[in-house]
């Protein structure tokens, strides 16, 4: 009796783990890129079994059989699907700017979640500075690398302060004059006294892919992607 139990136990285990291997997942965040998301994959076909901005579920089942979301932080989408642990992903550009792995297939701007990353400062310094005259600058962001990267292609030293969050903050509190942050209306910045000074990159979020699921899974992923495809439009 207890080693049927355990047997069935066994079965069970696996049945859920080949479910679980053959099952395509999206990995996608929270919050704009979810809000946005949501319309586009319900275009698309897919729609999530439960209110995922409801849910407190981190895997969710959709009215397709074998697809499945998967709901993580929006700087680790490009690391799931790096690793396969999703075999699609919905990123902000900002975020596979800064990501620097290189196991994953960037397919298609999904026009949604849209803003710029820019170069900010207080708008009493912007009035006598120039960007051209720029050798030397203190940064404060969550995006170190695209900064440095940013800078670097430009000549320019940078001291960067990370951040991960709220860096709108930084130039009232003296942590830095200049910030690299993500700018949608605006109104972040003019409620801080900040004004852009420097566009670094227009961004929305991308469709990635997994590289070996592209290869393993490829008539399901491709037939996924032609509809995520039409819904773009
Ligand atoms: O919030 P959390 O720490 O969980 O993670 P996250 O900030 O990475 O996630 P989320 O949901 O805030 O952002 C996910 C993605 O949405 C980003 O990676 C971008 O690709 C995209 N996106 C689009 C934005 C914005 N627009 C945006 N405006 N992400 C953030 N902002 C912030 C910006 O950082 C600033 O603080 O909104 C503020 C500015 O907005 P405006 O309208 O006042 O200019
Ligand atoms: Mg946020």
Redesign the pocket.
Known sequence: MHSARAGHGRARRAADGLNMTQALSIAL?????LEEGLPLLARAGITPAEDPLSSRKLVLATNLPDVRLVII???DVPTYVQFGAADLGI?????LMEYEGDGLYELMDLKI???RLMVAEPANLAARDDPKLWTRVRVATKYVNLTRRHFAAKGIQTDIIKLY?S??LAPLVGLSDRIV?????????KANGLVEVEHIAD?S?WLVANKASMKMKHARLKALVDRLAQAVG
């Open positions: 965040s929270k919050g704009r890129i932080r929006a700087a990123a902000g550009k900002d975020v979640a849209r803003c969050g860096m709108e942050d993500l700018v949608s209306s605006g109104n972040t910045l961004v979020a």
